[in-house]
């Protein structure tokens, strides 16, 4: 069973992949496989982001789907063939600060918050044939969400799925 756990840059997939690690999980970071395997391609220098070939990746992964269970971090990970998806959501303010911390340009943290705040990444995922759950990072602190994402890997998923998180109310302030 491959399970992705995706999300905006900046909603704590890789602190949740690092939790989940040290509770014995096998957590993939999709970033490090696609450097890894040679699977960047050109530059987008207007977006400051490496364009990757989905099909490549996705066939890259071959190997992982074979095991019992293996989780796959990356905002890239819900484009793969998968059999559940986890999207992380941000409250919009405290993304920005996360990101601006990151050092990433005024651009580039406006682009990832509208993102977030019209659920970009959850309406992707939601075009998957799969189960998708959506956990909100912004207050819980890492073990409060790593318990909730075992909850959903458990097949605990109702209390999970999409529509929980909503940062409509704030398109005024990002547009």
Request: glycine share 6%; hydrophobic share 35%.
């Amino acid at each position: 069973m491959m399970i992705a756990i995706t999300g905006t840059p900046g909603t704590g997939k890789t602190r949740l992949a690092e939790e989940l690690r040290s509770r014995g999980y096998e957590v993939l970071d999709i970033n490090e496989h696609i450097r890894k395997n040679g699977l960047l391609e050109e530059k987008d220098d207007v977006r400051d982001t490496y364009c990757v070939d989905i099909d490549s990746l996705d066939l890259s992964l071959e190997e992982h789907r074979t095991k019992d269970l293996i989780l796959i971090e990356g905002h890239m990970s819900h484009c793969v063939e998968c059999d559940m998806i986890i999207v992380l959501r941000c409250n919009p303010d405290i993304l920005a600060k996360r990101l601006k911390e990151r050092g990433y340009s005024q651009n580039k943290v406006a682009e990832n918050v509208q993102a977030e705040v019209l659920d970009v990444i959850l309406c992707e995922a939601s075009e998957a044939d799969v189960l998708v759950c959506e956990l909100d990072s912004s207050a819980d602190g890492v073990t409060d969400l790593a318990d909730k994402a075992e909850d959903i890997i458990k097949g605990n998923t109702d209390k999970y799925r999409p529509g929980n998180v909503d940062w409509t109310g704030e398109l005024e302030k990002w547009f």
